[in-house]
T-cell receptor, first 119, second 113 residues
Framework: GAVVSQHPSWVICKSGTSVKIECRSLDFQATTMFWYRQFPKQSLMLMATSNEGSKATYEQGVEKDKFLINHASLTLSTLTVTSAHPEDSSFYIC???????????????FGPGTRLLVL | QQQVKQSPQSLIVQKGGISIINCAYENTAFDYFPWYQQFPGKGPALLIAIRPDVSEKKEGRFTISFNKSAKQFSLHIMDSQPGDSATYFCAPGVTGGGNKLTFGTGTQLKVEL
């Protein structure tokens, strides 16, 4: 149980285009999902917290107009990188918390990640 | 984000040996202390986690030791195996503060035959 998927697993795009990444909780409902970015051989940096039915909360230094987050249902959150540039090339990882009562509210289940390369 | 520092940065252990990774944090509001394992090109996976009301927790070959006064917690991997070779992250969080995790700097473990 507690599986999180991401699509696509990797994407290559031209500079200036927009890219959408999907994060789905497959066997549980998630009122809260998180988006992270990880550069090679570095740690995960939290970008934003995505709450179902409300606006995302962005971490300091993350441009909300560049990284658009939508959490339209209890099982799906999307991250759109708008007008992508080579410096946006990174590994983007989402995580989700199980909203069911009785579940460990602290546990975050991570997706497999999406590798973005902007040429 | 508050800094969370891990040591060592990298570690080589012989098969069957004990791997020890330490995590030091600053934020005294943290009340959830997990360790994650990440293989190259994959997302992190939860290994083991502890709450501050206990000083030690063991699950199989993995043990967390927690020292609240020193603001440190550690991961011990007993009988280390080549399949344990991965990057390990501590990621303490505040359960009442949106459950955000703050990932540590990471430790690359290699277990040699």
């Amino acid at each position: 149980g507690a599986v999180v998927s991401q699509h696509p697993s990797w994407v290559i795009c031209k500079s200036g285009t927009s890219v959408k990444i999907e994060c789905r909780s497959l066997d549980f409902q998630a009122t809260t999902m998180f988006w992270y970015r990880q550069f090679p051989k570095q740690s995960l940096m939290l970008m934003a917290t995505s709450n179902e039915g409300s606006k995302a909360t962005y971490e300091q230094g993350v441009e909300k107009d560049k990284f658009l987050i939508n959490h339209a249902s209890l099982t799906l959150s999307t991250l759109t990188v708008t007008s992508a540039h080579p410096e946006d090339s990174s590994f983007y990882i989402c995580s989700a918390r199980d909203a069911a009562s009785g579940s460990s509210q602290e546990t975050q289940y991570f997706g497999p990640g999406t590798r973005l390369l902007v040429l | 984000q508050q800094q969370v520092k891990q040591s060592p940065q990298s570690l080589i252990v012989q098969k069957g040996g004990i791997s020890i990774i330490n995590c030091a944090y600053e934020n005294t509001a943290f009340d959830y202390f997990p360790w994650y394992q990440q293989f190259p090109g994959k997302g992190p996976a939860l290994l083991i986690a502890i709450r501050p009301d206990v000083s030690e927790k063991k699950e199989g070959r993995f043990t967390i030791s927690f020292n609240k006064s020193a603001k440190q917690f550690s991961l011990h991997i007993m009988d280390s195996q080549p399949g344990d070779s991965a990057t390990y992250f501590c990621a303490p969080g505040v359960t009442g503060g949106g459950n955000k995790l703050t990932f540590g700097t990471g430790t690359q473990l290699k277990v040699e035959l």
